[in-house]
């Protein structure tokens, strides 16, 4: 017994000579680089299926195609941070949840803003021309992202599975957003509202799904 327990100490110490301390910030050099593959392929996708607008230099003045980009990049960064913050042991994690709401009260404040406007078209206003399309293509779009994201997070240690895939889906979802802004042509801060975070939340969900199957140690 004796022998045993030296020589389990000695394997403990050869491998503890061999560990070389994580750069400060690799973890979130990781999850940089996937996301700029899982974007490019989201871009690619985007290209390639759906399209660009066909106005789009006129859109890049419009206040609706920047309520579009500002929203959903400002979720995609919370969400960037979710994942790094859930891709290392032990780190806390509420104030990334706690700050989501700040985009989502704006985009609802100026939502409320326009449909109490005078002679403000509902119908239009909420419904548009492509709300039956918006969220399954936000989710189609957000899919490269999704894989990229999952796939460096497998790489680090997460342990708060779901959170984690529900970040990694949050993130994704948003940026395939973020993406998907160049091809719509809605602009009305109701239809963001909904039909651009249905098709968020139906991706951190599916994440949130896929994190305890895909990013078991």
């Known amino acids: 017994m004796k022998d045993a ?8 110490a050869q491998l503890s000579e061999s560990l070389e301390p994580v750069r400060r910030g690799s973890v979130a050099m990781l999850l940089m680089r996937a996301a700029l593959l899982g974007v490019a392929g989201s871009i ?13 230099s006129t859109a890049m003045v419009s206040f609706g195609m920047w309520t ?28 990334p949840l706690l ?25 239009k206003l909420v419904m548009g021309h492509s709300s039956r399309v918006c969220a399954p293509l936000v989710f189609l779009t957000a ?7 999952f796939w460096a997070l497998r790489k680090l240690a997460p342990t708060q599975l779901t959170l984690a895939g529900a970040g990694a889906g949050l993130f994704a979802g948003a940026a395939g957003a973020f993406v998907y802004s160049f091809h719509c042509t809605e602009g009305a801060a109701p239809f963001i509202a909904i039909w651009y975070t249905l098709g968020i939340a139906v991706t951190t969900a599916i994440g949130a799904a896929l994190g305890p199957r895909l990013l078991r140690w």
């Open 5 to 12: 327990a030296m020589r389990t100490d000695e394997l403990i």
């Open 44 to 56: 690619l996708v985007m290209l390639t299926m759906i399209g660009l607008r066909h106005d789009l």
């Open 68 to 95: 579009k980009l500002i929203y959903t990049f400002a979720i995609a960064m919370f969400g960037f941070w979710l994942v790094e913050r859930a891709g290392r042991p032990g780190t806390e994690m509420t104030h």
């Open 99 to 123: 700050l989501l709401i700040l985009p989502l009260l704006a985009i609802a404040l100026l939502s409320v803003l326009q449909m109490s406007a005078p002679q403000a078209d509902m119908p």
């Open 143 to 149: 899919l490269p992202t999704l894989a990229a994201t």
